[in-house]
Nanobody, 120 residues
Framework: VQLQASGGGSVQAGGSLRLSCVAS????????MSWYRQAVGKQRDVVAS???????DYADPVKGRFTITRDNAKNTVYLQMNNLKPEDTAVYYC???????????????WGQGTLVTVSS
């Protein structure tokens, strides 16, 4: 599975951005789709996840501000980010669980990351 993320950019605090991540390759086995972020000098943390059935989970710092959705027909996961804060500044990565090339085991796949910068 290959992942291509887009939509990052620079905004002022209070602004909005929408990230997209398109999956290609062996997409029929994709289960959970997630967004992670990594700020400079910090570890990579999960931001939001969405299961194949549509169930969602959010990290506490983004609850009420971010919304994760997916379009299974387009093999795409989105992250709508509203009321952005300077502390949201990070590189955002999409991640999916899908079967590996053997078809026997689930594996994590990562996109290349897209930078989000929020200025105060």
């Amino acid at each position: 599975v290959q992942l291509q993320a887009s939509g990052g950019g620079s905004v002022q605090a209070g602004g909005s951005l929408r990230l997209s991540c398109v999956a290609s390759g062996s997409t029929s086995s994709i289960n959970v789709m997630s967004w992670y972020r990594q700020a400079v000098g910090k570890q990579r943390d999960v931001v939001a996840s969405i299961a194949s059935g549509g169930g969602t989970d959010y990290a506490d710092p983004v609850k009420g501000r971010f919304t994760i959705t997916r379009d299974n027909a387009k093999n795409t996961v989105y992250l709508q980010m509203n009321n952005l804060k300077p502390e949201d500044t990070a590189v955002y990565y999409c991640n999916v669980d899908a079967l590996d090339s053997s078809g026997s085991f689930y594996k994590n796949y990562w996109g290349q990351g897209t930078l989000v910068t929020v200025s105060s």
